[in-house]
């Protein structure tokens, strides 16, 4: 509970700050599953303060290249992380992540993910 009261505190320092960039289905992601219609109307409108990054055919080819990657290493997360990959590789963008998947990804592609200051360095390997 600690770590993740850690982690929202991060993000609305970020938000904050100005730092944080979304697209389209880190939004539909983070809307989707909530369980009352009263939490969903204001989730959804403190993200409507953030723009959707335009995304070009480049991006999705991008991350078909790391999806196969990736796949081809035994690794598989939900059809969105190879696309949040490929956006911040893209656009020199750190992902601000605490999913387990896109760790991974870390691991095998050349992405950086947002460390929280004072955080460990994790161990990183390139494709």
Known sequence: MEEERALIDELHGLIDDVRVAMIGPIRQELLSGIP???QFEALKEKLQALEDL?????DY???SGFSNICRRRGVQ???ADPLICAVGAGRGI???TSDRDLVLYAKRLP???HRPAGAPRPERRCA
């Open 36 to 38: 009352s219609q009263a």
């Open 54 to 58: 335009p995304l070009g055919h480049e």
């Open 61 to 63: 080819e991008r991350a």
């Open 77 to 79: 997360g939900s059809p």
């Open 94 to 96: 750190p992902v601000f």
């Open 111 to 113: 992405i950086s993910l």
